[in-house]
C-alpha cells in the first residue's frame, strides 16, 4: 500500500534500479521500522561477455540515474541523513577485452558507499591494470572490512565478528 500510494515528483530514470529504488523511498517515507533494503538487477544484467561497451554505458547510465533519483528522494522527504547506501556486484570483470569485445567474469571488483553521512574520498589503494593475478586484478581491500564497517559504523552494532566470522576492521567511512 505504501509503494503504491507514494507520488513523487523525482525522477528516478527508466530500467534497472529505478523502480525498485521508488519502492525503496515510498517505504522509507511509509516510515516503516525496517533497517535494512536490498534491491538487485534483475536478469543478471551486467552479465555481458559479447559488445559490452554500449550495453554497460546504458546500464550504467541507468543506475546513475537511479541512485540519483533515490537521494534526491530523500532529501526532499527529509531522510537524506538517515540512508546509506552500499553499491556492489557479485563478480568482477578481467581487466583483458576478449575476442568478443565483451570482458569474463573476474575477481576484484568496485564497491561504493554514499549517503549524507559518508565521508567521501577514495578508500583502499587502486588496483593495478598491470599487475595482475591471470588476468584479473588483484583485490586491494577485502569486501568484508566494507560490511563492517557497514554494520559497525553505520547500524551501530559492534560485534562485527560474530556476523562475518571473522575479524575485519571498519574503515572509518562514516563522519
Not at 59 to 78: C, K, P, Q, S
Not at 127 to 143: A, E, V, W
Amino acid at each position: 500500500e505504501a509503494a503504491s500510494s507514494y507520488h513523487t515528483p523525482v525522477d528516478y530514470g527508466i530500467g534497472g534500479l529505478s523502480g525498485s529504488l521508488r519502492q525503496t523511498a515510498a517505504l522509507i517515507a511509509a516510515q516503516l521500522p525496517t533497517r535494512l533494503y536490498y534491491v538487485s538487477y534483475s536478469g543478471n544484467s551486467f552479465d555481458t561477455h559479447v559488445h559490452q561497451a554500449d550495453p554497460h554505458a546504458r546500464l550504467l547510465a541507468y543506475t546513475a540515474d537511479a541512485v540519483h533519483g533515490f537521494i534526491e528522494d530523500m532529501r526532499r522527504i527529509g531522510r537524506a541523513d538517515d540512508v546509506a547506501v552500499m553499491m556492489f556486484t557479485e563478480f568482477g570483470r578481467r581487466v583483458e577485452e576478449n575476442a568478443s569485445l565483451g570482458t569474463d567474469h573476474g575477481t576484484a571488483t568496485p564497491m561504493f558507499v554514499f549517503g549524507a553521512g559518508v565521508n567521501g574520498g577514495m578508500y583502499g589503494r587502486h588496483p593495478s591494470l598491470t599487475d595482475l593475478d591471470d588476468g584479473n586484478l588483484k583485490m586491494t581491500t577485502d569486501f568484508r572490512r566494507v560490511y563492517a564497517t557497514m554494520i559497525d559504523e553505520w547500524l551501530g552494532h559492534a560485534d562485527t565478528q560474530a556476523i562475518l566470522k571473522g575479524s575485519f576492521e571498519p574503515m572509518g567511512l562514516f563522519v
